[in-house]
């Protein structure tokens, strides 16, 4: 069946980079995102890439894609507080819905 | 440029009692999507509409409807709301076809607490 699995909490010190992690598997998925969600607010696109892709930046942000292994990953460079959110992942089911993870709680300490 | 709109942000009902959410978009998508969200769950979905005069159930449709009134606009209805349906609720768009797979664009959520 479809299913996304990523670890729940992340703590990190302003300035580093934080790494969350996802693994998937539906090897058909054409898509895979990244959405971010801050308190009390719905759900941000971040992100997204394609199956056929190994890697995708953007600013801050890079997602690095293993499709042998289904291990999906997003880097945030030099994170600040306003990163502290939750980051979901998610790949693209049947029914053309989003299978999200749990979601991974990024927390940012000064 | 509004994108995904839903109302109301908060509910709190009794058990027993009715009530609609509603959503709409302004991105001329043909598919629309409820989810649910609750603690440690992630989102699960509950219907679909992947065009405009069809809806299809998801993974929890048990105790709710919906209707894709156009377009526009789905809404999602709990007849007899249970403490089990309280939960953060989210409506979502995008553009679906065999030849496009866009992202999903979702509105802000309806707060929802069932007593």
């Known amino acids: 069946g479809e299913d996304v699995e990523q670890s729940l909490f992340l703590s990190v010190r302003e300035g580093d980079s934080s790494v969350i992690n996802c693994t998937y598997t539906d090897s058909s998925s054409t898509y895979l995102y990244w959405y971010k969600q801050e308190p009390g607010a719905g759900l941000q696109l971040l992100t997204y890439?394609?199956?056929?892709?190994d890697m995708k930046q953007d600013q801050r942000l890079t997602v690095l894609l293993n499709k042998k292994d289904k291990h999906l990953s997003l880097r945030i460079a030099d994170t600040q507080t306003g990163d502290s959110a939750i980051y979901f992942c998610?790949?693209?089911?049947?029914?053309?819905?989003?299978?999200f993870g749990k979601g991974t709680k990024l927390s940012v300490k000064p | 440029n509004a994108g995904v709109t839903q109302t109301p942000k908060f509910q709190v009902l009794k058990t027993g009692q009715s009530m609609t959410l509603q959503c709409a978009q302004d991105?001329?998508?043909?598919?629309m999507y409820w989810y649910r969200q609750d603690p440690g769950m992630g989102l699960r979905l509950i219907y679909y509409s992947a065009s405009e005069g069809t809806t299809d159930k998801g993974e929890v449709p048990n105790g709710y409807n919906v209707s894709r009134l156009n377009k526009r606009e789905f809404s999602l209805r709990l007849e007899s709301a249970a403490p089990s349906q309280t939960s953060v609720y989210f409506c979502?768009?995008?553009?679906?076809?065999?030849?496009?797979?866009?992202?999903?664009?979702f509105g802000d959520g309806t707060r929802l607490s069932i007593l």
């Open positions: 890439i394609f199956s056929n892709m």
């Open positions: 998610a790949e693209r089911g049947s029914q053309g819905n989003l299978i």
């Open positions: 979502a768009s995008s553009e679906v076809s065999a030849y496009s797979n866009q992202p999903q664009h």
């Open positions: 991105m001329n998508h043909n598919s």
